[in-house]
């Protein structure tokens, strides 16, 4: 096992411990991993806060990163997510405003390391808040106001994967047509420089010799 340092506010801390580790508690090494849980704010609805905890989210993660102790720091930035249910979209504009602002902070961070980065989500949420029709139309009530929508979306999730870390001749596969988040698992594994074991679903990467 490499060092770890998994990072996240309460709100989202068990989506990378708890749900990544396969829905098992607790550490499988505590001598090669660290969890740094940032409390959540408590008794306010996520549009009054919208920034939430990102930019302390982000700031921990980079620390980590330049601190060269770890092989991989785990991050969860839930701005999008929690304040996208809220269905107030002008808090919600503030909220990825903020998380891009963290995301920014890593990635700085990887650079300064020569590390490698992987970005991506495990659902859509703030990307679109208004309900549609099936011909993707904006709906609205009886008085003419938008109908907005605070679930969950079903669009495709994009990935990210860059950093001065990354082999030449690495490039996503183009016979994954129907990748997803359990995918990124082999991902993760193959751009550490281990063998994904045979009954995990297919990396999203391979490399290609010029």
């Not at 999730?157 to 001065?164: E, N, Q």
Request: with cysteine; net charge negative; aromatic share 6%.
């Amino acid at each position: 096992m490499s060092p770890s340092c998994i990072n996240s506010e309460t709100v989202k801390f068990g989506h990378v411990t708890f749900f990544w580790n396969g829905n098992r508690s607790g550490y499988f090494n505590p001598e090669m991993e660290e969890y740094a849980e940032i409390p959540s704010d408590v008794g306010i609805t996520f549009n009054v806060q919208p920034k939430m905890k990102a930019l302390e989210i982000g700031e921990k993660a980079r620390d980590a990163i330049l601190s060269r102790k770890f092989d991989q720091v785990r991050v969860n930035i839930p701005n999008g997510d929690m304040v996208g249910h809220t269905g107030d979209i002008q808090a919600t504009v503030v909220a990825c405003k903020a998380a891009d602002e963290a995301v920014k902070m890593i990635i700085d961070a990887i650079e300064q390391v020569c590390g490698i980065y992987v970005v991506t989500a495990d659902h859509g949420n703030a990307e679109d808040m208004v309900k549609r029709n099936k011909s993707g139309q904006p709906l609205y009530d009886k008085s003419g106001k938008l109908q907005i929508l605070t679930s969950h979306t079903c669009q495709p999730v994009p990935i990210a994967i860059g950093g001065p870390g990354l082999a030449a001749g690495v490039r996503f596969r183009n016979d994954v047509p129907d990748g997803g988040l359990a995918n990124v698992a082999a991902t993760v594994m193959n751009l550490h420089g281990y063998v994904a074991p045979n009954d995990y679903e297919p990396t999203l990467i391979e490399v290609v010799n010029n």
